[in-house]
């Protein structure tokens, strides 16, 4: 069965969340980016709303979303701000590896504080030296009796001025590459944890980045979240289960870039009439809407994969890729349409193309989400036609093999393809003048 209808709560939840956009987000947005902070009651105002944290499962107490419910709302914030939005993604981000993880006892002492007393929570895999390549994580985790003390940096992270827990990945031996990597929950309270400046940043100024050290940090054996060996495969799970709304936050941009172009097309003249009467503007925004369509379909078929228990990592890159590079085209195209006004200030789209370059980057780059599409593609998906070496013969091209002679074997050559009849291949290719042992018997 095929349904892209969603479910009234499902319709409920889209708008309750556009409402918040609406009420809440867009009214500060522009203000916030402007003086590069990020606004902690407006996080507790949609963690009061039940925005944040929905998807712990309800066996913790939670509300147990899908990512179907988690892509449908996080369209609307970043709608409003991509920043913004990055910052109030941000608990699931970071809650992801505990909900994923084996460690029972840590899910029930954390969870609960999580939902009921305000806590957020951050993601940490990317480093100073290190991003796209997770298996290359430096941060040391020293196992010392059943404990781990930390030692390195951890960079870019969101939220990582605000969060009262992290996830944090690291690794006992950098040299191992994948099999070294674990994960823990820490607490920003432990001692040897600073949190470093703010990085300064082109756009999503609304969402909290910072560097987070490590100096001696005892984690007890209770806060592992992966033990060394399974750490890696807990991130790309993580990535895997997060990329959708990273393809969401893309719709949402791309959608409100398009509709302020709209705007502005039905209004500005030129040349004694609309520019939205002009076809070369009309065919921007056919193809603006046509990507925000596009984009949606893949981020919500992604995200049902996940929530149907199937591996979403290929639908979910996909998504993200096509999603986040169309949200930047679509951006630029809105500013293009506002002509010299698109580039100033005073009009929203400037912000909304700024804010859109960062999502070719967080959550695995581009070149990240070609390189694992590319690796399924040539190495996990399953063709459906056969080898070119074992292609059906063109039979009605022969009228030997259509006379139904018996006995003539059949030979193609493996080099330029060329098919010939006879109970011995030919001593020479007659096309690419390949010997005998290029031609293979063609059963
Ligand atoms: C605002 C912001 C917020 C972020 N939030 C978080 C967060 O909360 N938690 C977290 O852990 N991280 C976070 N990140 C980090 C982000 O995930 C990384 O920046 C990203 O994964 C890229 O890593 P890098 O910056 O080290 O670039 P690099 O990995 O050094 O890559 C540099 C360039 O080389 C390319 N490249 C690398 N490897 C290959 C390859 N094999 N083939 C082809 N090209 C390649 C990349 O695509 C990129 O273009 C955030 C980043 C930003 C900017």
Known sequence: MLDFTL??????????????????ILPVAWYYDEIDETPLPLLKKAYDAGLINGDIPQNYGGKGWGLIENVVMTEEFAAACPGLATSLFDNSLGLE?????KNEPLKKKYLPGILNDFKLICFATSEPTMGSDVAGIRCKAEQDGEDYV?????????????????????????????????AFLVERDWEGVSIGRKIPKLGQRG?????????DVRVPKENVMAPPGEGFVLAMQTFARTRPAIGAFAIGTARSAMEFAIDYAKKRRAFGAKIGDFQAIQHKIAEMYQKVETSRLLVWKAAWEADQAMDPTIAASIAKFYATETALEVA???????????????????????????????????????????????????????????LPLHREMD??????????????????????????????????????SAFKAVV
């Open 7 to 24: 479910t009234p709560a499902q319709l409920d939840l889209q708008q309750q969340a556009r409402e918040f956009a609406r009420k809440e």
């Open 97 to 101: 590896p505990l909900l994923l993880s």
């Open 150 to 182: 930390l030692n390195g940096t951890k960079y870019w992270i969101t939220n990582g001025g605000m969060a009262d827990y992290m996830s944090i990945f690291a690794t006992v031996d950098p040299d191992s590459q994948h099999k070294g990597v674990c």
């Open 207 to 215: 969402s909290n980045t910072t560097g987070i050290h490590f100096k």
């Open 332 to 390: 630029n195209e809105a500013l293009q349409i506002f002509g010299g006004y698109g580039y100033t200030k005073m009009f929203p789209v400037e912000k909304l193309l700024r804010d859109a370059r960062l999502f070719r980057i967080y959550e695995g780059t581009s070149e990240v989400q070609r390189q694992i599409v590319a690796g399924y593609a040539m190495n996990g998906y399953r063709p459906v036609m056969p080898p070119l070496e074992e």
């Open 399 to 436: 009228p030997a093999a259509l006379a139904g002679e018996p006995g003539k074997s059949t030979w193609r050559c493996r080099i330029c393809g060329y098919v010939h009849y006879g109970d011995e291949a030919p001593q020479e290719c007659p096309y690419c003048f390949f010997p005998q």
